[in-house]
Nanobody, 124 residues
């Protein structure tokens, strides 16, 4: 089992920045990748950033590329999402996710452990 706890959400004006953190505990050695997803009311959950644990390779959705940066500290079992140039469309509940043992870093939400989420609100 892996437990994930997010922190760092809040409210900010458009153009501002926020930094989200996710602390992982438990059987973290089994994690292949960690991702940040977001979900706004009435919309599907969207993966916005991915980091492969062993290699540090990162991937971003087109909607956040160039504005968001995902990073990790494996020694501390934390993953951070630095969000710059925020837009009102970035408003959503943000979730940290980590792959279950033996699972690939794909779109199947059952492949992940999930945090409880942290709210990000961007006002215009």
């Amino acid at each position: 089992q892996v437990q994930l706890v997010e922190s760092g959400g809040g409210s900010v004006q458009a153009g501002g920045s926020l930094r989200l953190s996710c602390a992982a505990s438990g059987y973290t050695g089994s994690i292949y990748c960690m991702r940040w997803f977001r979900q706004a009311p009435g919309k599907e959950r969207e993966g916005v950033a991915t980091i492969v644990r062993n290699s540090g390779i990162t991937y971003y959705s087109d909607s956040v590329k160039g504005r968001f940066t995902i990073s990790q500290d494996n020694a501390k079992n934390t993953v951070t999402l630095q969000m710059n140039s925020l837009k009102p469309d970035d408003s959503a509940m943000y979730y940290c996710a980590a792959t279950r043992a033996g699972r690939w870093c794909g779109s199947d939400i059952s492949a992940y452990y999930w945090g409880q989420g942290t709210q990000v609100t961007v006002s215009s």
